[in-house]
């Protein structure tokens, strides 16, 4: 069977979230170009599990180390921007409990960090299907 390009453009995303004074919080980061709000992902990592590459792009791009979960709380769709054109990539979200933010990390001062609320990080982000399965995080808490 042959794939398709499309198939192929698949990366991995970490949701990571704490619960403070009995609420559930989710870290969110800016795009390091257009500063859009969104959630530290990347592409799979040769010989990592995915959760364990969604996890390292977790820590790169927000400074954040926990404990994430091998199946994944669902996916988005977003198009990928390239030099001439753009490309579908479906993207494979992992939830993230955080138990560690970090002083200094990879991409510190190149993305900003910040803590919302479920209902405030789902109105930042820009795709419809990612602000679903923030909404959702609280039911797979």
């Not at 990592?48 to 769709?77: D, F, Q, T």
């Not at 990928?80 to 970090?102: I, W």
Request: glycine share 4%; aromatic share 8%.
């Amino acid at each position: 069977m042959s794939r398709t390009p499309k198939e192929e453009l698949s990366q991995v995303a970490a949701l990571p979230f704490r619960i403070k004074d009995g609420q559930i919080e989710v870290l969110l980061v800016t795009s390091r170009e257009t500063k859009r709000w969104l959630i530290p992902k990347g592409w799979p990592m040769k010989g990592k599990k995915p959760h364990k590459a969604a996890a390292r792009e977790a820590e790169e791009e927000a400074g954040v180390k926990g404990a994430i979960k091998a199946e994944p709380l669902g996916h988005y769709n977003y198009w990928k921007r390239r030099a001439a054109h753009f490309d579908l990539c479906r993207v494979n979200v992992y939830p993230l409990e955080v138990s560690k933010q970090l002083k200094s990390w990879r991409e510190k001062g190149q993305r900003e960090a910040q803590w919302f609320a479920v209902e405030e990080a789902a109105l930042q982000v820009l795709e419809p299907a990612l602000a679903d399965l923030i909404r959702s995080l609280p039911q797979h808490v």
